[in-house]
């Protein structure tokens, strides 16, 4: 059963007292896995221009994948223009007058997206979408600060600088990061385990059990 990163995270931090290791373990697989996916695309010049924790799924096994190419296009084309969910908009698309979406861009959405998992909820959790895109440039960032590796955390506030030129400049970039190699193609059993509770209480919730 595939279900997304946003029950996930809602379903986990109901729970509760999530093991810190778990935490980290979460951030890592869904940063690597979605790069992966995010360098993919980047290799056959597409963007995705619509990256947000309801289209990341997640199955039993622990792998993390990402759903709906309706927004995708080609880099530098014409149809270039700001389309996807404002929430996850970077400054530079929001700023008037707006700039192309780029892979910079995408790796804001996924900022946001990481974020958002580890939190319970959007870091701006207002209700007007272009008020919460440009509060997002003035976001406290120190929240972060003790809730996951030190690694994983500035890799995050790197994915959301302000200008798109002082994120990354590819996915390959942040593949090639050390921290990130350590992901294992398989989960450990105590990982696979962890997912797979969660997604029970999902599948049990769904089935009105």
């Given at each position: 059963?595939?279900?997304t990163?946003?029950?996930?995270?809602?379903?986990?931090?109901?729970?509760?007292?999530?093991?810190?290791?778990?935490?980290?373990?979460?951030?890592?697989?869904?940063?690597?896995?979605?790069?992966?996916?995010?360098?993919?695309?980047?290799?056959?010049d597409?963007?995705?221009?619509?990256?947000?924790?309801?289209?990341?799924?997640?199955?039993?096994?622990?792998?993390?994948?990402?759903?709906?190419y309706?927004?995708?296009?080609?880099?530098?084309?014409t149809e270039?223009?700001?389309?996807?969910?404002i929430?996850?908009?970077?400054?530079?698309?929001?700023?008037?007058?707006?700039?192309?979406?780029?892979t910079q861009?995408?790796?804001?959405?996924?900022?946001?997206?990481?974020?958002?998992?580890?939190?319970?909820?959007?870091?701006?959790?207002?209700?007007?979408?272009?008020?919460?895109?440009?509060?997002?440039?003035?976001?406290?960032?120190?929240i972060?600060?003790?809730?996951?590796?030190?690694?994983?955390?500035?890799?995050?506030?790197?994915?959301?600088?302000?200008?798109?030129?002082?994120?990354?400049?590819?996915?390959?970039?942040?593949?090639?990061?050390?921290?990130?190699?350590?992901?294992?193609?398989?989960?450990?059993?105590?990982?696979?385990?962890?997912?797979?509770?969660?997604?029970?209480?999902?599948?049990?919730?769904?089935n009105?059990?």
């Amino acid at each position: 059963m595939d279900t997304t990163l946003t029950k996930f995270y809602q379903t986990m931090h109901r729970r509760g007292n999530t093991d810190p290791s778990n935490l980290n373990f979460l951030i890592l697989r869904v940063m690597h896995n979605i790069t992966s996916a995010l360098e993919f695309l980047a290799v056959k010049d597409y963007l995705h221009r619509d990256i947000k924790p309801d289209n990341i799924l997640v199955n039993d096994s622990g792998v993390f994948k990402l759903n709906d190419y309706g927004t995708c296009c080609r880099m530098n084309s014409t149809e270039n223009v700001p389309i996807g969910t404002i929430a996850y908009f970077p400054p530079e698309v929001v700023r008037n007058p707006p700039v192309p979406s780029s892979t910079q861009s995408d790796m804001w959405a996924l900022g946001i997206s990481v974020v958002e998992t580890i939190l319970g909820q959007h870091p701006c959790p207002i209700s007007n979408d272009i008020d919460r895109a440009l509060l997002l440039t003035k976001w406290n960032r120190d929240i972060l600060e003790g809730m996951i590796f030190d690694d994983i955390r500035k890799l995050i506030l790197q994915l959301l600088k302000t200008e798109p030129e002082e994120r990354p400049g590819s996915y390959n970039e942040i593949l090639q990061m050390s921290f990130i190699q350590t992901v294992r193609m398989k989960p450990t059993f105590e990982e696979n385990l962890f997912i797979f509770n969660i997604i029970q209480i999902i599948r049990h919730s769904e089935n009105g059990n």
